[in-house]
C-alpha cells in the first residue's frame, strides 16, 4: 500500500508521559530523515526538467488515479500488466479520447522511467482509444466580424490577436510585454507548442487599442510597486539569475489578472495573466448571441486564421494540410487577416 497523505506526530500519548524525542534519540540513537514521498518525487522530477504546471497537475493526477484503480498498491510493486489494464479500462470502459489516454500512458512512463528507473515494456496487449479524423471548425469573414462585433475591451483585444495573428488560447494569456515589438510589427511566442519559439505578425488593426492597453497595464504595475508588489512569475530558472528581475516592466503579462496572489515560497505578490476562461466565456456568449450554427471557440480563429491567411507555424506536412494547405512563411512581407477585414 502506498501513503499519499502525511499524517500528525507520531504519538501524542509518549508526549503526554514526557518520552521527548531527545530521550529517545539518546537510547536508539539518530532517526533516519524520512524518505520523500512519491508523489513529491514526482513533482520534483517534473519541476527539475521545466516541465509546466499543467503538466503536473495531469501527471499527478493520472498517476494518483493508476495508483487507486489497483487498490492503492504501490507503483514500484507493479508494471506493464497493471499500466495496461488501466489504460485499456480507459478505452474501452470509460471511452475517452486517444488524447486522453495517450496523456496517461505519458504521465506513467514518466513515473516509472524518471522516478522509479524503470523502463517498461512494450505494452503489447493494450487496447488504443481510437483517435477520430476531423475537420476543424472555420468560420467565414463575415462570422469572424459578427463575433468580434459583440466583445470589447479586452477580450476583443485578445479575440483579434487570436485571429489576426493566428495565437492559440494560451499564447496569447501568457504573451509578455517585452515579447511585442511595434517597430518590427511582430510578436515573439515563447514556449509555445512543442517547447517551441516563433515568431508572428502584430496585425496593424490592433497596434493603437494595444498601445492605449499596455499604457493602463503601465500606470497599474506603477501602483503595484508602489505597494510593495509588481512582481511576476518567471520561466525557469530566471529568478536566481536575475532576483529582481521578476519587478520588471518587460517580463510584465500583456494581459494580468485583476486580481494579485501573495505566492507562498518567496511571499511576493504577484499578479498573473489574464486566466483563459475569461475570454472563453466571452468568446462562447458572443458566438451565441450571433446566431452562428457552427461551434465557435477561441481556438476557432486560429483555424480561422490559417485558412483566411494560408500562414501557420506546424512543420509538419501532414498536419498543415488539415488546415487547408497553410504556407509557412513567417510575418515578414505577410498581411494579417484582420487587417484585410478592419484596414481594407
Not at 197 to 205: C, E, F, G, K, N
Request: net charge positive; with cysteine; aromatic share 6%.
Amino acid at each position: 500500500m502506498v501513503t499519499l497523505h502525511v499524517t500528525g506526530p507520531v504519538s501524542y500519548a509518549a508526549a503526554a508521559r514526557n518520552t521527548t524525542p531527545a530521550r529517545a534519540v539518546r537510547e536508539t540513537g539518530p532517526v533516519a530523515a524520512p524518505k520523500p514521498r512519491l508523489l513529491d518525487r514526482v513533482r520534483d522530477a517534473i519541476r527539475a526538467r521545466h516541465y509546466s504546471r499543467r503538466t503536473e497537475k495531469a501527471y499527478v493526477h493520472w498517476i494518483k488515479r493508476y495508483i487507486f484503480f489497483h487498490g492503492t498498491r504501490h507503483p514500484a510493486e507493479m508494471g506493464a500488466a497493471e499500466v495496461t489494464q488501466l489504460l485499456t479500462s480507459l478505452a474501452v470502459r470509460d471511452q475517452v479520447a486517444a488524447s486522453t489516454q495517450n496523456q496517461a500512458l505519458s504521465a506513467l512512463l514518466f513515473l516509472y522511467r524518471d522516478v522509479l528507473g524503470v523502463e517498461l515494456p512494450w505494452l503489447a496487449d493494450l487496447a488504443r482509444a481510437k483517435r477520430p479524423q476531423r475537420l476543424p471548425v472555420v468560420l467565414t469573414r463575415e462570422e469572424v466580424r459578427a463575433v468580434l462585433g459583440r466583445l470589447d475591451g479586452v477580450p476583443r483585444l485578445m479575440d483579434v490577436l487570436l485571429y489576426g495573428a493566428g495565437l492559440r488560447l494560451l499564447e496569447c494569456c501568457r504573451l509578455r510585454v517585452k515579447d511585442v515589438d511595434f517597430g518590427a510589427n511582430q510578436i515573439v511566442i515563447r514556449d509555445g507548442k512543442g517547447n517551441k519559439d516563433r515568431v508572428t505578425m502584430l496585425p496593424a488593426a490592433v497596434r493603437a487599442d494595444l498601445a492605449r492597453h499596455l499604457e493602463h497595464v503601465r500606470k497599474q504595475h506603477q501602483v503595484d510597486l508602489r505597494q510593495g508588489a509588481g512582481w511576476v512569475e518567471l520561466p525557469w530558472a530566471l529568478a536566481r539569475k536575475y532576483p529582481n528581475a521578476g519587478r520588471e516592466w518587460g517580463w510584465r503579462s500583456v494581459f494580468p489578472a485583476t486580481r494579485m496572489y501573495v505566492e507562498r515560497l518567496t511571499g511576493q505578490r504577484r499578479r498573473h495573466h489574464l486566466h483563459e476562461s475569461v475570454l472563453q466565456r466571452a468568446v462562447k456568449e458572443a458566438a451565441r448571441g450571433t446566431g452562428i450554427a457552427k461551434r465557435a471557440t477561441c481556438h476557432t480563429f486560429r483555424h480561422s486564421f490559417a485558412t483566411h491567411q494560408e500562414l501557420l507555424g506546424h512543420r509538419d506536412v501532414t498536419t498543415t494540410m488539415i488546415y487547408t494547405h497553410v504556407l509557412n512563411r513567417g510575418p515578414g512581407g505577410v498581411r494579417s487577416p484582420a487587417d484585410r477585414m478592419f484596414l481594407a
